[in-house]
């Protein structure tokens, strides 16, 4: 592994059903993030984790979990999808949170709720 | 208001142009300044961070004005690989990174 992954790259699920997308980083970053991404509203933050152990609520958390067990893992639940969580998910990383850090980005996820 | 505006374009010009975006934030207490690319279907990558006295890296340069609250990017002798969506993005506070919605550049021959 080298830098983010991401699984699966896409998906169609329906309605009702749970989906958890899958991070891991190689990099040792502290800090790591999950965003959606929808046309005309660019990236907005859902869910993020400064250090394992700790989690936190972004713009957009309603409807979507998290869990930080580990430095490597970041998984992102939907318990019950929506067809509104249709979009492209990314998951990020950085040494440290917030300021004045990089963010390194996985390739996404593709989900599509029908 | 959206917290981070930008030009959504698209800026359609040919190779050897100077182009510029602009991007404009809400939030006056706002503390680090990004431009990420975006490539079509492709994940965002950080192409350089805004700093308070500008920056420049190679043909990009990058500015901030936190009395009008914006920053700018600069590309000079546009490249066709330079088309892409650039993204601004303010870190308001800690971990809220805001991202705008992007701005898109095609260069053609």
């Known amino acids: 592994i080298a830098g983010i992954t991401q699984a699966p790259t896409s998906q169609i699920l329906a309605a009702g059903r749970r989906m958890t997308l899958r991070c891991t980083q190689d990099m040792r970053h502290n800090a790591m993030y999950w965003y959606r991404q929808d046309l005309g509203l660019g990236l907005r933050l859902i869910h993020y984790s400064n250090t394992a152990g700790t989690t936190g609520k972004g713009e957009v958390p309603d409807g979507y979990s998290v869990s930080r067990a580990n430095t490597d893992d970041f998984p992102l639940t939907l318990a019950s999808a929506v067809p509104s969580q249709t979009s492209v998910y990314f998951c990020?990383?950085?040494?440290?949170?917030?300021?004045?850090?990089?963010?390194?980005f996985g390739p996404g996820t593709r989900l599509t709720v029908t | 208001r959206k917290e981070v505006e930008q030009d959504p374009g698209p800026f359609n010009v040919p190779e050897g142009a100077t182009v510029a975006f602009n991007c404009t934030y809400s939030?006056?207490?706002?503390?680090?300044f990004f431009w990420y690319r975006q490539d079509c279907r492709k994940e965002p990558k950080l192409l350089m961070s805004?700093?308070?006295s500008g920056n420049e890296d190679g043909r990009f340069t990058a500015q901030l004005n936190r009395a009008s609250q914006y920053i700018s990017l600069l590309i000079r002798d546009s490249k066709l690989s330079d088309s892409a969506t650039y993204l601004c993005v303010v870190n308001m506070n800690n971990n809220d990174m805001r991202f705008g919605a992007g701005t898109r550049l095609t260069v053609k021959p």
């Open positions: 939030n006056s207490a706002s503390q680090s």
């Open positions: 990020a990383s950085s040494l440290g949170g917030g300021a004045p850090y990089e963010q390194y």
């Open positions: 805004v700093y308070s």
